[in-house]
């Protein structure tokens, strides 16, 4: 396990480069601490459990960097509001990370890929059911209850949330999210 991750997963230590907020750091510690609860209810074992964690822990390192920053790091094709996402990825894989599992759980948390495993597809969860995130009030929470067993049903409740309330912005969709829908409700 590289050490980047093997910190993160166990301490919640973020890479010196990181850059987000106090409070942005404390909702990844809170995404990172409930992956983690889940990896030990389904009894995966400890090096998973901190791989989890780990994604947590990370997925939103960048959130608060400047755009411009962010965009030089991942390329284009990335809408400005989750650019951090890819951008997170790359500079983790530049570290020397070469867990694809992970570094795709982060690339995609904000708009799915068909493609994720269970590590992404929770990952997707935890960021959006994490107590301290804002909005939902009970529902969050009721949805949280039906974990881990119940993630595919909550999935697909949580990526529908989040795919209409693009929709009713008049946002455009990136086709992973279109093909990650399409594959969550043919299943």
Same mark, same amino acid.
Request: aromatic share 4%; hydrophobic share 40%.
């Given at each position: 396990?590289?050490?980047?991750?093997?910190?993160?997963?166990? $301490? $919640?230590? *973020?890479?010196?480069?990181?850059?987000?907020? %106090?409070?942005?750091?404390?909702?990844?510690?809170?995404?990172?601490?409930?992956? %983690?609860?889940?990896? $030990?209810? *389904? /009894?995966? @074992?400890?090096?998973?459990?901190?791989r989890w964690r780990a994604a947590g822990v990370?997925?939103? !390192?960048?959130k608060d960097a400047p755009l411009a920053d962010?965009?030089?790091?991942?390329?284009?094709?990335? @809408?400005?509001?989750?650019?951090?996402?890819?951008?997170?990825?790359?500079? #983790?894989? !530049?570290?020397?990370?070469? /867990?694809?599992?992970?570094?795709?759980?982060?690339?995609?948390? @904000?708009? &799915?890929?068909? /493609?994720?495993? $269970?590590? &992404?597809?929770?990952?997707?969860? !935890? /960021?959006? *059911?994490?107590?301290?995130?804002?909005?939902?009030?009970?529902?969050? !929470?009721?949805?949280?209850?039906? #974990?881990?067993?119940?993630? %595919?049903?909550?999935l697909t409740v949580v990526v529908r949330r989040?795919?209409?309330? *693009? #929709?009713?912005?008049?946002? @455009?969709?990136?086709?992973? %999210?279109?093909?990650?829908?399409?594959?969550?409700?043919?299943?």
């Amino acid at each position: 396990m590289h050490a980047v991750i093997e910190r993160a997963g166990v $301490a $919640a230590e *973020l890479p010196a480069w990181a850059q987000c907020t %106090s409070r942005r750091r404390e909702h990844g510690v809170r995404v990172g601490d409930l992956l %983690s609860t889940w990896a $030990a209810d *389904l /009894d995966l @074992p400890e090096r998973e459990r901190i791989r989890w964690r780990a994604a947590g822990v990370l997925h939103d !390192a960048l959130k608060d960097a400047p755009l411009a920053d962010l965009q030089d790091i991942a390329g284009d094709g990335w @809408p400005d509001p989750v650019v951090h996402a890819p951008a997170c990825a790359d500079r #983790l894989a !530049a570290d020397g990370v070469e /867990d694809r599992s992970l570094l795709e759980a982060i690339r995609y948390h @904000p708009v &799915g890929h068909p /493609d994720l495993d $269970a590590l &992404g597809e929770y990952l997707i969860l !935890a /960021d959006y *059911l994490e107590p301290g995130r804002g909005g939902g009030g009970g529902n969050r !929470a009721r949805l949280r209850e039906l #974990l881990p067993d119940g993630s %595919s049903e909550v999935l697909t409740v949580v990526v529908r949330r989040r795919l209409r309330r *693009l #929709l009713d912005k008049n946002r @455009p969709l990136m086709g992973c %999210s279109v093909d990650f829908w399409n594959r969550l409700v043919r299943q």
